[in-house]
């Protein structure tokens, strides 16, 4: 009984500290300085980054704690089992300790059990199709750049790979000129995803969500963006000789620069929608789409 006295004295002050220590944080450091939670206050860039951010920082806190009684436990053994002075020959073995055996079998596959269903669980949320999505967009990958088809417009949006920009520094890139897929803020979207030639890897960074485009094959990928402003984006698989300039911008923006950006398409003679032929990056610099609007 006294001991538990003892623990529970212990704790207090241990989780007082550890409430203080939190109440401190910004939100990059509770969301273990991930993209997209750079700014405070601010809305989650989708309906999904909060979900994947809390797995991913609760998974290292775990990992975190095991790690420190590890550590702990091995220079407690190292400290008080050291070889004293005048001693000699091995410390007496110690074998067949059925607690410590079954303690050291039952504590990781616990864990391993534990993450595995927490990960289906945000899994099958992350996964899970919308019925009936507001917007509808088709993603069409080629080597090296991106096509949007927006469905239910009956327009679309031409991409060719990143240019290099003359006026700026060695190396880098004509945002101007890399494709843009524009969404509208706070409504269901479902992204089709199919490649002309190779396996290429759709990855929005600040959405902290990417998803592989196969050949033969159309992926899903629903989504709700919640936060106006323009998100970096980058094939995510080694894809040939130029995969590293396959870029792109996702601009999310209000329903009225959507629906204007949509017209503009319009208007340019975009109607229709792009097959999925081959195609290897054919557009020329000129030819890609009106520009999108800019997010606040």
């Known amino acids: 009984m006294r001991n538990n006295h003892r623990l529970r004295w212990a704790a207090i002050p241990l989780a007082a500290t550890l409430a203080v220590v939190l109440a401190g944080c910004t939100q990059a450091q509770l969301h273990g300085f991930l993209p997209g939670f750079e700014e405070e206050g601010e809305t989650a860039v989708t309906n999904q980054t909060d979900r994947i951010a809390g797995l ?18 091995i220079i407690w053994t190292i400290v008080v089992y050291r070889r004293r ?10 074998r067949y300790n059925m607690p410590i055996e079954i303690f050291y079998t039952v504590v990781p596959l616990i864990l391993v059990v534990g993450f595995f269903a927490f990960t289906v669980r945000d899994q099958i949320a992350i996964e899970a199709r919308y019925d009936n999505p507001d917007v509808t967009i088709e993603v069409q990958a080629k080597q090296w750049a991106w096509d949007f088809n927006y469905v239910d417009e009956d327009v679309y949006s031409p991409g060719i790979q990143g240019q290099l920009d003359p006026n700026g520094e060695t190396g880098a890139i004509n945002q101007s000129e890399l494709p843009v897929l524009v969404l509208p803020v706070d409504k269901t979207i479902e992204i089709a995803l199919e490649s002309r030639d190779v396996i290429h890897s759709f990855w929005v960074i600040d959405f902290l969500y990417k998803k592989d485009v196969i050949p033969g ?3 899903y990928m629903s989504v709700t963006p919640q936060r106006i402003g323009t998100y970096a984006g980058k094939c995510a698989e080694l894809c040939g000789e130029y995969h590293s300039l396959m870029l792109f911008n996702v601009k999310v923006v209000s329903q009225a620069d959507y629906d204007t950006y949509i017209e503009s398409l319009r208007t340019a003679g975009n109607v229709g929608q792009l097959d999925n032929e081959f195609d290897r990056n054919q557009n020329q610099p000129g030819t890609s789409a009106p520009t999108a609007p800019e997010g606040n």
């Open 56 to 73: 991913w920082t609760t998974s290292w806190i775990v990992l975190l704690v095991v790690g420190l009684i590890t550590w702990g436990l």
């Open 85 to 94: 002075k005048g001693q000699t020959g091995l410390p007496v073995q110690l």
């Open 217 to 219: 094959k159309t992926n």
